[in-house]
């Protein structure tokens, strides 16, 4: 019995100097964290992206512009967005509470810490910095890093001799219409006379460089054509005129396209022309910009018809070419899911099915021909053939400007020109 008690008590002694030795080495080690702090990293963040930042597309303010200026349009338009990267942080982490100091050192440690904590949060979200939509590449590569202020409306309208013209941007992109109007003279009399109006998508550059091009090639291409004509009097005027319009326009995407190889432009454009030579008119058109003619006394005529993949024929020349045609969820035909036109300039990655083969027609000028309107699809969307017609017949001197104000009341978001050419003043 006595061996058993010494036992026990030899052994609660022993317990006794272990807890007293863990408790001399807890507080040494303490007493060593408190002298010299341990730096760890908290986080280190890092985005591989390009210098420029992500960019992608976000609705900003109204911005419009002139056709065949460089500025943008209206309310709920593209801009791009550079979202810069986020930064790499590296955040050393606070010493141990249990550090010994006064009330006002444990303050200063509490505010430094919620200061570092606001940091890293706000680290955590990429900034936006705003850049609005210019008309090129070269533009839009310059303004990355700088943020803009939104550009105000603009209305363009232009009276000339012989035509008056009215364009609006719509509130979705930058203003992707234009217009042009070329005169060919000879003995200070004007012997031809070009009109045309353009419809761009996916940017600018594509429609100012054929706005630019194309009616100085239809000239040309004409006034060659009747060199020819008269050598060779067994081919028609009329037809040499036509085909010299269809050379025009093919020469004039295959320019397009050399400049895509060059990675210059992109995007595509539609077009409508109209070209007076002596008493006929010739309308061509690649698209869905339109030509609606008015005659004896007012009654609408159109003499273009849209190139878009909801006509049948033109979805079957697509399929012939190996394309295809399907209907998006908002009902629109696109070719290969993408383009709702079936015909444009560019469009390089379509070129096998969307041509830029016009369709051209000739009418000869009587005193029956009183006005011819061109207009982009911004118009025709919302105002008919008729409609359009008539508010020329009532006041021929705003009307462009008021059928493009009709356009917007009726809710087009697209942008919208409109060309009038007065036709009773060639007429012989």
Request: charge should be negative; hydrophobic fraction near 45%; aromatic fraction near 4%.
């Amino acid at each position: 019995m006595l061996h058993t008690v010494r036992f026990l008590c030899s052994v609660v002694a022993a317990f006794a100097r272990l807890v007293r030795e863990l408790r001399k080495a807890s507080s040494i080690a303490m007493a060593c964290a408190a002298c010299s702090p341990v730096v760890c990293v908290h986080a280190v963040v890092a985005v591989a992206a390009p210098p420029a930042g992500l960019v992608s597309a976000a609705p900003l303010a109204p911005r419009k512009k002139v056709c065949g200026a460089a500025t943008a349009p209206g309310a709920v338009q593209k801009q791009l967005v550079v979202v810069a990267p986020p930064p790499v942080l590296v955040v050393a982490a606070a010493p141990s509470n249990n550090v010994v100091g006064s009330g006002s050192d444990d303050e200063e440690q509490k505010a430094e810490n919620k200061r570092k904590k606001t940091a890293w949060s706000e680290s955590r979200r990429p900034s936006r910095l705003v850049i609005p939509v210019a008309d090129d590449a070269g533009e839009v590569a310059a303004g990355w890093g700088a943020a803009a202020a939104p550009v105000k409306e603009v209305n363009v309208e232009v009276e000339g001799e012989d035509f008056c013209v009215a364009s609006r941007a719509g509130p979705r992109h930058a203003m992707e219409d234009a217009y042009s109007v070329v005169t060919h003279k000879n003995d200070g009399d004007s012997q031809m006379a070009f009109y045309g109006v353009f419809d761009g998508h996916g940017g600018r550059a594509a429609v100012d460089f054929v706005s630019e091009r194309l009616g100085k090639n239809v000239v040309s291409a004409v006034l060659a054509a009747g060199t020819e004509t008269r050598r060779e009097a067994s081919l028609a005027e009329e037809d040499a005129v036509s085909a010299a319009i269809r050379a025009a326009y093919l020469a004039t995407d295959s320019e397009l396209l050399a400049q895509y190889q060059q990675d210059v432009i992109s995007g595509g454009a539609c077009a409508t022309t109209a070209l007076v030579k002596n008493a006929d008119l010739y309308v061509a058109h690649l698209g869905d910009c339109r030509a609606v003619l008015s005659r004896d006394g007012g009654a609408a005529v159109a003499l273009t018809a849209d190139h878009t993949c909801a006509r049948e024929d033109e979805r079957e020349r697509i399929e012939r070419d190996g394309g295809y045609v399907s209907r998006s969820g908002s009902g629109v035909w696109r070719v290969q899911g993408s383009l709702a036109v079936s015909r444009s300039f560019g469009d390089v990655g379509l070129k096998r099915w969307v041509v830029a083969e016009p369709a051209v027609a000739r009418v000869p000028l009587s005193a029956g021909c009183e006005f011819l309107v061109i207009a982009s699809d911004g118009l025709w969307d919302k105002v008919t053939n008729q409609e359009a017609v008539d508010a020329v017949s009532r006041s021929s001197a705003t009307a462009c400007g008021e059928l493009v104000e009709l356009a917007r009341r009726r809710g087009s978001r697209d942008d919208v020109t409109v060309m009038v050419v007065d036709l009773e003043r060639f007429v012989r």
